[in-house]
């Protein structure tokens, strides 16, 4: 029987609140993972695939998905965590 060790990381899409007046349309990407925290930039716009295809093309695979809101705000996304692990050589 094969028993895989995983190292395990987050990829954080929260709102930024940088370009323009609506907080809520600027995202910035942090992944952490083993070897420290790395900022993957702002976009003006909720586009989470360029970077989950980036951790993708690293090895890592999202397993789980979180969505976050503000209670007693209008009902906007504020931020989406990716949990993610790739196998460990």
């Known amino acids: 029987m094969t028993v895989t060790n995983w190292e395990y990381a987050r990829l954080e899409y929260r709102a930024a609140g ?18 420290g925290t790395l900022r993957w930039g702002t976009d003006e716009r909720f586009d989470d695939l360029r970077h989950l295809n980036r951790a993708g093309a690293a090895g890592w ?12 705000e209008p009902h906007r996304l504020h931020g989406v965590t990716y949990s993610m692990r790739r196998a460990v050589p």
């Open 18 to 35: 940088t370009f323009g007046s609506d907080k809520f349309m600027d995202w910035t990407a942090t992944f952490y993972h083993p070897g």
């Open 61 to 72: 695979q999202a397993y789980d998905r979180a969505a976050i809101h503000v209670i007693n």
